[in-house]
């Protein structure tokens, strides 16, 4: 595998003894395992790539009778299914690493925000965390965990959103700051880490932050797990090690025929055939949250466009006028321009738009709605328009 | 319409009174009762103490908590982008012609609903729906006929 720099890595599902590792875990102090993951380099697997290290820190430092660990897995990101299999094959490493967590920045209580198209998975979990509760007794350790499901709102991915969700509200961004490490759910502090992020904090503790940094990139430490689906003769879920280029995806996983490569879902960015060579996946090139969409020639960069606009139209709170006008009127921009009614030089002023939404928005829908528009239009504008 | 009945006080009993437990109460109505009704959700505001306008806030932000008449098996096929791409499109057909209802509605003898939804997390296995909580995957018009079959004669 080491020619096409593409190299599968096991470390996610690796088997372990839970017990065994916690209890290790137990025994260090908080700002030795918070040390283990500034050592690691680890960013948050989510998509936005915060260091958990750095995140945990600033939590343990709050001073609080109450904290709190949420985990987020209340995954919509269009063509991410990573901590849906997560949950399903390890959900033991996910209450793991939440308890590490918890004993990081101090907090006794835990709660998974799970999505809720994932609930057929909820009485498996229940039973999951009922042997986790017992053996963290047997440890003789305080954490408790619960879990809490979300409704349909893509929204609710965003942490604000889904702690004033989980307080029974809609759920609409907050204004920041404050962060949740210092005023989260129930406005105490709050770490907020993805399904991925904590069952890889959990494996850093038990092979040691050295272990970790042989893998991956200076910008982009260890392995994740790729979502992969599209033009593919392979979907599936993969977990790699960071720092491959595009292209060495493509050949692993393309079907001969591979014109754009969708990185990071929705909202993150279209990378064309021309540029498969020099772009890195990771946070030195394109970010991704896990979802890699693969599209061959025989697909409309159109349709991709149209289908992701609708969504992001349909999935704004409305809360903010940059996001809930702006996705609207990209929509009906591409179709005018589509149907004749505008003339091609409008795309340009709608990339402006796509600018001002990044700026102006209030949370992360809304600033990355440019990101797939942008470089979608940038690249494939003869099939915006013709 | 049905009558909520005692449920939203065992439900805030169970729960608690608390906002935190709006939610739960909420999804579980609509578990056993697939929507929420006008009654169903002033009820909910006087069991914790907040105005009706808050609780109808909350409800119609989420898509599966539905304020609308719902059938009791709701079919939520995804549009997302795999998905449009690996056959939605004769999934809605089948199933429309099967039902004998159009995206949106419900059929007569409330027992099915057929909506759109985003992506459910199963891009993988396209085309994918749920019906209530359940997925169903890598879906073809066959399959799909197969599986509301035996829906209807549940």
């Known amino acids: 595998m080491e020619n096409t720099g593409l190299n599968k890595v096991d470390l996610i599902f690796e088997k372990i003894d839970p017990k065994e590792l916690l209890n290790k875990a137990f025994k260090m102090s908080s700002a030795e395992i918070i040390q283990n993951m500034l050592d690691s380099g680890l960013k948050g697997r989510g998509g936005a790539g915060f260091p958990t290290g750095l995140k945990w820190k600033y939590a343990a430092a709050e001073k609080s009778s109450e904290k709190y660990i949420v985990c987020n897995a209340d995954e919509g990101e269009p063509g991410t299914f990573k901590d849906r299999e997560i949950l399903d094959r390890v959900s033991n490493k996910v209450h793991g690493g939440m308890a590490i967590a918890g004993k990081a920045i101090g907090a006794k209580n835990g709660i998974v925000y799970l999505r809720g198209e994932y609930r057929y998975l909820l009485p498996k979990l229940m039973i999951e965390l009922g042997l986790f509760h017992k053996m963290i007794k047997e440890i003789g350790y305080d954490f408790n965990i619960e879990y809490f499901m979300g409704s349909g709102a893509y929204i609710c991915g965003e942490e604000s959103a889904l702690f004033e969700s989980i307080e029974g509200k809609r759920g609409e961004p907050r204004n920041k700051p404050p962060y949740p490490t210092v005023s989260g759910v129930f406005n105490k502090p709050t770490s907020i880490n993805n ?10 503790i038990h092979h040691g932050a050295k272990d970790f940094i042989q893998y991956g990139t200076k910008d982009s430490r260890g392995s994740k797990v790729f979502s992969v689906s599209g033009d593919t003769p ?3 879920i993969f977990e790699l090690e960071l720092g491959m280029t595009v292209q060495q995806f493509v050949n692993e996983f393309g079907d001969g025929d591979t014109k754009a490569v969708q990185v990071g879902g929705a909202s993150g960015f279209c990378v064309p055939r021309k540029k498969f060579a020099e772009t890195i996946i990771g946070f030195e090139g394109v970010p991704t949250g896990g979802s890699m969409m693969l599209f061959n020639s025989s697909r409309s960069m159109y349709n991709v466009l149209h289908n992701y606009l609708d969504f992001f139209t349909e999935e704004s709170c409305g809360q903010c006028t940059p996001c809930r006008v702006g996705c609207q009127q990209l929509l009906k921009g591409i179709e005018k321009v589509k149907k004749g009614e505008a003339k091609s030089t409008y795309l340009t002023e709608l990339m402006k738009l ?11 829908l809304g600033q990355s709605v440019g990101n797939a528009f942008k470089s979608i239009v940038g690249n494939f504008r003869e099939e915006i328009i013709y | 319409m049905y009558q909520v009945g005692n449920l939203v006080k065992e439900l805030s009993g169970k729960y608690g009174r608390a906002r935190g437990s709006l939610m739960p109460i ?8 697939n929507y929420l009704t006008d009654e169903a959700m002033v009820e909910v505001a006087r069991e914790l103490d907040i105005s009706a306008a808050d609780v109808y806030g909350t409800a119609s932000f989420y898509t599966f908590l539905d304020t609308q008449v719902k059938g009791k ?33 419900t059929t007569a003898n409330k027992q099915f609903s057929l909506i759109e939804t985003n992506c459910i997390g199963w891009c993988h296995k396209a085309p994918a729906i749920l019906i209530n ?21 549940k």
């Open chain 1, 354 to 364: 796509a600018d001002s939404m990044r700026i102006a928005a209030k949370c992360g």
């Open chain 1, 195 to 204: 399904v991925e992020t904590l069952v890889t904090a959990m494996m850093i």
């Open chain 2, 73 to 105: 098996y709701v079919i939520r096929v995804c549009k997302t982008i795999t998905c449009s791409m690996k056959g939605k499109s004769d999934i809605i057909q089948t199933l429309e012609d099967m039902l004998k209802i159009k995206v949106g509605e």
């Open chain 2, 26 to 33: 909420l999804q579980e109505i609509v578990q056993k009762h």
């Open chain 1, 234 to 236: 392979t979907p599936g």
């Open chain 2, 133 to 153: 909580e359940i997925p169903y995957t890598e879906l073809t018009s066959e399959k799909v006929s197969e599986i509301i079959k035996d829906y209807m004669q």
